[in-house]
C-alpha cells in the first residue's frame, strides 16, 4: 500500500522522514512549467511518468519519494511502480499539484 500525503499534512510528513525527501513530479514538461512546487525542506526532480522506467538510476533506492502529478493518478501509479522496483520509502502527493495549490500554496496557478 502506497502512503497517501496531503499536502495539507506535507510538513508532518517531512518531519516524520529520516532523510531529506525528493518529490518526484512525473508530469509533462509543459505542466511543470505552468505551475510547480518550490523546493524548501525537499529536492525536486522532474521526470515524465513514461520515462522513470529509463531514468531508474536518478532515483536514490534509500531516500524518501513523494511522487507529484496533477490530481495524484499518475503519481500513484509512478509509486506503485517504484515500490514493485524495491524503493521502500514511497508515498503519492494526493490530490497532486491542483491539492498543493488548493490546501498549501493559493501562488502555485491552477490549470
Known sequence: ?????????????VQAQAARPLV????QPWEVH???????EFDLLAIPMNEIPARLAELPPGRPIACLCHHGARSQRVALFLQ????AAVANIAGGIDAW???RDPSVPLY
Do not use: N
Request: aromatic fraction near 10%; charged fraction near 30%.
Open 1 to 13: 500500500m502506497i502512503e497517501q500525503v496531503r499536502p495539507a499534512d506535507w510538513d508532518d510528513w
Open 24 to 27: 518526484l513530479d512525473v508530469r
Open 34 to 40: 505552468t505551475a510547480s512546487v518550490q523546493p524548501q
Open 84 to 87: 514493485h522496483q524495491g524503493y
Open 101 to 103: 495549490s488548493r490546501e
